[in-house]
């Protein structure tokens, strides 16, 4: 089975193997659609991986947290 991964962009769901366009970040690689998406998030990261969690850039997740 392919393992795919989603555009932070526009949340298509993208096959690394194919995928024609990808860009780092953080030591990450993230794949999408199209170029236009790309572009997008080279313009402004943070935004799209902040997934709608607004503010944190160093992420608390993980720390055992439960509400
Ligand atoms: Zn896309």
Known sequence: ?????????????????TASFSTEYQGKTYYFCCKGCKNAFDKDPEKYLSGGHTGHHHGHHGHGHHH
């Open 1 to 17: 089975m392919t393992e795919k991964v989603k555009d932070p962009v526009c949340g298509m769901e993208v096959d690394p193997k």
